[in-house]
């Protein structure tokens, strides 16, 4: 068996495949390197209940005696510089080399930023690590008016926390609704409703041409292409992120928008496997590669890759599944629709939202705003593929 598995990356997919490992019975060596000071911790609080309690000992995934008892060696704030394949080596930006039987690469993402005058400006803000969180809620205590640039999931949860907390919201979006690349027209209309009756002022179809600031360097606003001037004392980047694939791509593997693997989470090289956000995987249901940033992914790849390396090998088959907390109201999506997927709303007897989206009659998506009851029937139906909706109960 495998004694030595590397793991690039100590994000939710790669402390999922070492835990995953160990629960399996791998009993060679397991290393999680990864840039990150903290040990591995959950993300999605980050935008939402991190921000109104401040409990970060609720992100870990683990207490530090997990890793200790479960034989993981855990490095922190380490940098991997540099991949050698034929040594199968990697370099770490001290200047040390460690060896791998199998490496896995687990190198998530990173904030995607916009070519947008001012966005290294004090009190500019990203949202991807504990570090950015820690940075903007501090902040939010004296905050009056925030501006978020990008119109997407993390925005959305970042208004709706702070207009809870009295901050004044606008949000600049270039596309023409809300969440655009992941949900219907009609989920974002009803999203862009909620979110407009709480007071965040939302504007579509507009761009951030410059953040702007005041004598003493601090962010006074934004302006747009149009000429028009969005006071704000802070504002937040979630303009979206890109794939960490530079390693793989020096090293010489397939990248194409992600670390290209086989149904196996495995590269060309049989000895290097990518998982997470920053995979591109052969879509279960589909002719397609796909890449996909949500929990779910970064936990069903540790978890598949696992058996692979234990010699129990299944082909990834899971159905993508996601959600998003924007205050009250809680946006779920089981399935994977293609944007011209007819969408068609309906509402439950509680007064939760559904849009099922089809296409050949068949199901592929089901999106519901506080219907958790019909986004687990979707999960039900949807587990081998697009289906018919006969099973659906609304
Ligand atoms: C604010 C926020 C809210 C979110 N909310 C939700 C949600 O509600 N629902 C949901 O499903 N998903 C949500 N997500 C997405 C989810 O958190 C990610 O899909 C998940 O964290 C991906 O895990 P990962 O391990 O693939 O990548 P990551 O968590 O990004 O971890 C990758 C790690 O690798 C490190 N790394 C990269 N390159 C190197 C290198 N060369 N050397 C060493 N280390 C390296 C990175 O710094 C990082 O620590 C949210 C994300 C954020 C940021």
Redesign the pocket.
């Known amino acids: 068996m495998t004694e030595r598995v590397l793991v690039?990356?100590?994000?939710?997919?790669?402390?999922?495949l070492a835990a995953s490992l160990r629960q399996k019975g791998f009993a060679g060596d397991i290393t999680l390197?990864?840039?990150?000071a903290s040990p591995?911790y959950?993300?999605?609080?980050?935008?939402?209940a991190y921000l109104k309690e401040g409990n970060e000992e609720r992100l870990y995934l683990r207490n530090l005696s997990f890793y200790h008892e479960n034989r993981i060696s855990l490095l922190r704030e380490?940098?991997?510089?540099a991949l050698d394949r034929r040594e199968k080596r990697i370099t770490?930006?001290d200047g040390r080399h460690l060896d791998w039987d199998i490496l896995v690469?687990?190198?998530?993402?990173?904030i995607a930023s916009p070519p947008i005058k001012g966005v290294s400006l004090p009190g500019v803000h990203a949202?991807?690590?504990i570090e950015?969180?820690r940075r903007l809620r501090s902040e939010m205590a004296t905050m009056r008016r925030a501006v978020v640039i990008g119109g997407g999931?993390?925005g959305l949860?970042?208004a709706a926390v702070a207009r809870e907390a009295g901050i004044e919201v606008s949000i600049v979006e270039s596309a023409g609704r809300l969440m655009a690349r992941a949900i219907s027209p009609q989920m974002s209309t009803i999203v862009q409703q909620i979110h407009c009756e709480h007071g965040v002022s939302i504007f579509l179809n507009r761009f951030a041409a410059s953040v702007d600031a005041q004598s003493d360097g601090r962010v006074c606003g934004v302006s747009l292409s149009d000429g028009c001037f969005l006071p704000a004392d802070c504002v937040i980047l979630a303009t979206g992120?890109i794939p960490?694939t530079?390693?793989a791509e020096a090293a010489g593997l397939s990248v194409r928008n992600g670390i290209v693997t086989d149904r196996y989470l495995t590269t060309a090289d049989p000895t290097i496997h990518a998982?997470?956000?920053?995979?591109a995987f052969p879509d279960p249901f589909g002719p397609t590669l796909i890449r996909?940033?949500?929990?779910?992914?970064?936990v069903d790849?540790?978890r598949c890759l696992a058996e692979v390396i234990v010699g129990r090998p299944a082909p990834y088959a899971a159905l993508p599944?996601?959600?998003?907390?924007q205050g009250k109201y809680k946006l779920q999506i089981a399935g994977l629709a293609a944007p011209d997927d007819t969408a068609r709303l309906t509402q439950t007897e509680k007064g939760g939202q559904v849009v099922v989206r089809s296409r050949n009659g068949l199901v592929t998506a089901v999106e519901t705003l506080n219907a958790p009851a019909v986004h687990m029937s979707a999960r039900k139906l949807l587990a081998d593929g697009p289906a018919r909706d006969i099973a659906l109960s609304i």
Not at 33 to 36: A, L
Not at 42 to 48: A, D, E, N
Not at 275 to 279: L, N
């Open positions: 690039v990356g100590t994000g939710q997919a790669g402390f999922q390197v990864g840039d990150d591995p959950q993300r999605p609080p980050l935008s939402k380490r940098r991997v510089t770490l930006d690469l687990a190198t998530g993402t990173r949202l991807r690590s950015d969180a999931f993390i949860e970042f992120v960490n530079e390693l998982v997470g956000d920053c995979a996909l940033e949500s929990v779910q992914a970064a790849h540790g599944w996601f959600w998003s907390d």
